[in-house]
């Protein structure tokens, strides 16, 4: 086999699982990403459905469970702080995972242990990034941003949500392939706070008034995770520049004042937080996810948005799949031609579309936190009652509410991996 040389794009989850089943095919990779180290910041993600057998088949499940976070489920609260309704973790094996998953670990922990699987076969560049390329039959050359070029088989953009390769993939004047959530915001930052005599390592859900709500999680005895989210028409969230935390902290702290239980305290502390991160909610969907000798995986190519729960195990099992295709059509005897590259990349394309499709739909049409968070304190009374009576029938509401069951749907396998 003549080994194709390949860049990517980003570091992060989709980046390295698609640097360690290339590599393993013997392809020369490089990843590059524009942070100055090895991204390992990041709250709490976890694995489901087929992204749970892709990790397996990776041989990093003994390593993972090493690293898990000991969340034993999620508790649903009022404004009293009283336990409404409780939904633990499916650890039974079967079936579908509930919110608490059976593989719960943190970003920076996951992408650690990927890392340390490839980084002796795979190159790792940090603090630079793509700055523009042009392709012709043989390869894609790509100019970085310290002025060095270099020429590559295959670029894939791994960079997410906001991906710039796809921008640069798909032209000046092309519509973003980015479909934001009207006015649906989350923001996801720890504080520190010591866990008190008797605290169960609990995932804890708060629903306010005004379409407002807050998570927090535990992964460590010194500080929990918040995940604080709205569905508004704030003009002042609206019009904040991206990236300047300390508006959009101040943003955050005003809608949620007078929300109740523990949320003006938990707003107001995220002023001191150097993790906090907002984002706007929506989903990346393309028809294609190449052109040319260009593609995209993860969240650049198809972003499920957080309301599914599926946003690591599409990163992952995309992965597997696109690497899946090319070792397939462009290995062996069958070497890295440009038809040969063009239809491995059809078929990622082919194979994973009815995938994303199922776990992407109605996503936009449901409404984010408008669904999941009513409005009114009545809509919210009834909302714990329904919670609560599926809580004591022991009702999987994660398996409901997520889009974790993908149907019809079979995870290939690749005797070349």
């Not at 690497?323 to 990622?348: D, F, V």
Request: charge should be neutral; proline fraction near 4%; charged fraction near 25%.
């Amino acid at each position: 086999m003549v080994p194709m040389k390949v860049l990517i794009s980003g570091g992060g989850i989709a980046g390295n699982a698609l640097a360690f089943w290339l590599s393993k095919l013997g392809h020369k990779v490089t990843v590059i990403e524009w942070f100055p180290t090895l991204r390992t910041a990041g709250l709490q993600i976890d694995l489901r459905g087929h992204g749970i057998e892709v990790m397996k088949r990776m041989g990093l499940e003994q390593a993972i469970r090493a690293k898990l976070v000991p969340e034993q489920g999620l508790q649903v609260v009022d404004s009293s702080g009283k336990r409404r309704a409780f939904f633990p973790a499916n650890t039974s094996g079967k079936g579908a995972q509930n919110f608490t998953t059976e593989y719960e670990i943190m970003r920076g922990d996951f992408c650690r242990l990927m890392y340390d699987a490839t980084k002796s076969r795979v190159k790792y560049v940090f603090g630079s990034s793509v700055e523009s390329y042009k392709e012709n039959d043989t390869s894609v050359e790509v100019r970085f941003t310290d002025g060095k070029t270099e020429q590559f088989d295959l670029w894939v953009g791994a960079d997410g949500p906001g991906s710039r390769t796809r921008k640069m993939m798909l032209g000046p004047g092309a519509a973003d392939a980015f479909h934001p959530m009207k006015g649906v915001y989350v923001a996801y930052y720890t504080i520190p706070r010591p866990i008190q005599k008797g605290e169960e390592y609990v995932s804890t859900m708060y629903m306010a008034t005004g379409h407002r709500g807050l998570m927090t999680r535990r992964s460590n005895p010194d500080q929990i995770q918040i995940y604080i989210g709205c569905t508004t028409d704030s003009v002042r969230l609206k019009n904040v520049r991206r990236g300047d935390v300390v508006e959009e902290k101040a943003a955050l702290q005003e809608l949620f004042q007078g929300a109740g239980w523990q949320s003006e305290e938990i707003a107001k502390a995220a002023k001191d937080a150097d993790d906090f991160y907002c984002e706007r909610i929506g989903i990346v969907k393309l028809e294609s996810w190449f052109r040319g000798r260009v593609a995209l995986v993860g969240d650049a190519a198809y972003c499920p948005s957080a309301n599914t729960g599926m946003g690591t195990t599409s990163a992952i099992v995309g992965a597997y799949i696109l690497a899946g295709e090319i070792g397939r059509h462009c290995g062996g005897e069958n070497p890295a031609t440009k038809q040969s590259l063009a239809i491995a990349l059809e078929a990622y394309n082919t194979k994973f579309q009815p995938f994303m499709t199922q776990v992407q739909k109605g996503v936009l049409e449901e409404g984010g936190f408008s669904n999941y968070f009513p409005s009114s304190s009545f809509g919210i009374a009834v909302m714990y009652r329904i919670l609560g009576i599926a809580s004591f029938f022991k009702v999987n509401m994660g398996k409901w509410m997520l889009k974790e069951e993908v149907k019809d749907w079979e995870l290939p396998d690749y005797e070349e991996l």
